[in-house]
């Protein structure tokens, strides 16, 4: 309600609410439309000659190599292989950056001796150091398991204590104020205001353990996504490439649909 003059005279009048804030939604029919229209386009460049489907196979053409893969239980065992690396690498990188994380974020000696060792270390790209790996633990699952953790560990350490950090340092002197003990400030005060950083890093490190994943099983592995795209590849298979490449996706695609619903679940506060 705001006071106007006109003609001398004073009114008031309704002014709309300007306050909603920045909250963006995803709107579902726009992706779902774009993706049709992307594959459609494709599928029409194929089929008029305007692409060689040797370089790039037909949306159909994949369809059929998933279907032919499905069927023969090759493409069960490379997926089972490889969700379970990704699945034991990311859960040991987790808690591990999680509990460091926290560390270097509520204790001054931790955040000297770890804060720099990050800075140190994660720059070098992990999938470097699997040869060094395999050196240390011989050819088998530990030394891509070691390699897809390493590159989960950082981000989420990273992501832990910027959140630690971020907490309102008001709120944890009210608790020191009402005698709190450590423990239930860490816990009940510093954990939930962290939480939305690390799953932010959660999320990030999702997708670096698919990259290091692949990469890894690429180089030493008979059985998984990265052994397979590899050998496609190299036969010039590109239609099993390319339907490898999609499961891949589709892999990333479900991870983030499930994290999405966590947050949701966990944040709902906000």
Known sequence: MVDMSVG???RRALVSFRGGGFAPVSITWISVLFFVL??????????????????????LRIVDALQRLALSGELTQHVTASLARIGAGWAVGAVLGVVFGGLIGLFSIWRSVGVP?????FPIPKIALLPLFILWLG??????????????????????YAGVDNVARTLIRMGQSFNM?????????????????????????????????????????DKGLGAFLLTAGNLMQTDNLMA?????AAI????????TLVERSMLSWR
Request: aromatic content about 8%; glycine content about 12%; charged content about 5%.
């Open 8 to 10: 001398g005279t004073r």
């Open 38 to 59: 992307l594959i459609g386009f494709w599928q029409m460049a194929s089929s008029l000659g305007w692409v060689s489907g040797l370089f790039l196979p037909s949306p």
């Open 117 to 121: 060792f990050i800075a140190a270390m």
């Open 139 to 160: 050819i088998g699952e530990a030394p891509k398991i070691v390699t897809i953790a390493l590159g989960v560990f950082y981000p989420i350490a990273i992501g832990t």
């Open 181 to 221: 003990p450590f423990h239930h400030i860490a816990f009940k005060i510093v954990a939930p205001g962290a939480l939305p950083s690390v799953l932010a890093a959660v999320r990030i490190s999702t997708s670096i353990a698919l990259i290091l994943m692949v990469s890894a099983e690429m180089i030493g592995a």
């Open 244 to 248: 490898g490449i999609v499961v891949v």
């Open 252 to 259: 990333g695609l479900c991870i983030s649909g499930l994290l």
